[in-house]
């Protein structure tokens, strides 16, 4: 189900933002990709998808169909 991916997800999320970058683009290596979420449709596991995200400080862009 929805529910038991989250945590997945959030971990991949957490592990995405810290793969190291080209050295030539940052002194020490290691940079911060950006991660935002964008919500299109959804229920009710959308609206935890989106507290974990908002938790873990990542920004959320709800987009109104």
Same mark, same amino acid.
């Given at each position: 189900?929805?529910?038991?991916?989250?945590?997945?997800?959030?971990?991949?999320?957490?592990?995405?933002?810290?793969?190291?970058?080209?050295?030539?683009?940052?002194?020490?290596?290691? +940079?911060?990709? *950006?991660? /935002?979420? !964008?919500? %299109?449709?959804?229920?009710?596991?959308?609206?935890?998808?989106?507290?974990?995200?908002?938790? +873990?400080?990542? *920004?959320? /862009?709800? !987009?109104? %169909?």
């Amino acid at each position: 189900s929805a529910d038991s991916v989250l945590g997945i997800r959030a971990e991949i999320e957490k592990c995405s933002r810290r793969l190291n970058m080209d050295a030539s683009n940052d002194a020490s290596g290691d +940079s911060q990709i *950006p991660i /935002v979420l !964008v919500v %299109v449709e959804g229920g009710p596991s959308t609206c935890r998808t989106i507290c974990q995200a908002l938790q +873990s400080d990542t *920004p959320v /862009v709800v !987009v109104k %169909v």
